[in-house]
């Protein structure tokens, strides 16, 4: 059997990091994890493929949750992972409150978050991508819309679909709320949209683009996709408001890494472990 998707991306990472231990002075936070030998890791309740899967047992698996484990072995600590809700907004909730000492969801930094929790260094940095009707958008082969192009498109009946993500629907409305945005809530419904020129294009992160379609390869026959230009999705781990040295920890954890986690090679890696 493969080793674990994470488990490749992180080799190396535990000899950086021994075990702590309690006959050591740490710092505050740290030493609050270590006393009660447990991270306490918020997370959706549901599944975030290929960062979160929830199997029917409910066993957890994924990116994100192998991620998390490697923190809490890295901290000399055991992985107790909390689920919060549906979505990122309940795992902001959880960290927020003190009831998990991080959040990992695949989550979106975010400036309105970031008021009530800390957030980490980002370990993806990716770009959100446009699929396209290759009827009704074919001039988007040769130049994809701009953030102002998407959301002249949210203007539009027809126009432009999202997934229901903060992120997604930040991008294209902008500060309109009453854009005419088409609300999805799978990638699935969404592409079958752009297929069947429900919606002329949809934009959504490219970790979900490219996702979709290595299972689903038949797509591209009928839809095109393209990069937005000059922006970037920023995925990172939620801290709790009293965790600073936590958060700084957590901060050095990932840049003595070195890299940022390579998208490719996630989904390589995701397409071929069985969880």
Not at 51 to 76: C, K, N, P, T, Y
């Amino acid at each position: 059997m493969r080793a674990p998707l994470a488990r490749v991306l992180l080799a190396g990472l535990l000899a950086a990091f021994p075990g702590a231990s309690t006959g050591q002075d740490l710092l505050p936070s740290i030493q609050r994890i270590v006393d009660r030998d447990t991270l306490v890791i918020a997370v959706v309740d549901g599944s975030r493929p290929p960062m979160i899967r929830r199997g029917q047992d409910g066993r957890l698996s994924g990116f994100d949750v192998e991620l998390g484990e490697d923190i809490a072995h890295a901290l000399g600590v055991e992985p107790r992972f909390a689920a919060a809700g549906p979505d990122g907004a309940a795992v902001i909730d959880m960290v927020a409150s003190g009831e998990a000492d991080i959040g990992l969801s695949y989550l979106s930094e975010s400036i309105e978050a970031g008021k009530r929790v800390f957030f980490s260094d980002p370990y993806i940095v990716e770009a959100y991508t446009v699929f396209f009707n290759r009827a009704k958008g074919g001039a988007f082969v040769d130049d994809c819309p701009s953030v102002s192009e998407l959301r002249q498109m949210a203007e539009e009946t027809g126009g432009l679909g999202v997934l229901n993500l903060r992120s997604e629907l930040r991008l294209a409305r902008g500060a309109d709320p009453e854009a005419g945005l088409t609300r999805y809530s799978d990638m699935e419904t969404l592409v079958a949209a752009v297929e069947a020129g429900d919606v002329v294009a949809s934009v959504q992160r490219e970790l979900f683009a490219k996702y979709h379609l290595s299972r689903h390869p038949q797509a591209a026959l009928r839809v095109g996709i393209c990069t937005v230009p000059r922006v970037r999705h920023r995925v990172a781990a939620a801290v709790r408001p009293d965790g600073v040295d936590l958060l700084r920890w957590l901060d050095l954890y990932f840049a003595q890494r070195g890299v940022i986690v390579d998208l490719d090679t996630l989904l390589y890696r995701a397409d071929r472990v069985v969880y």
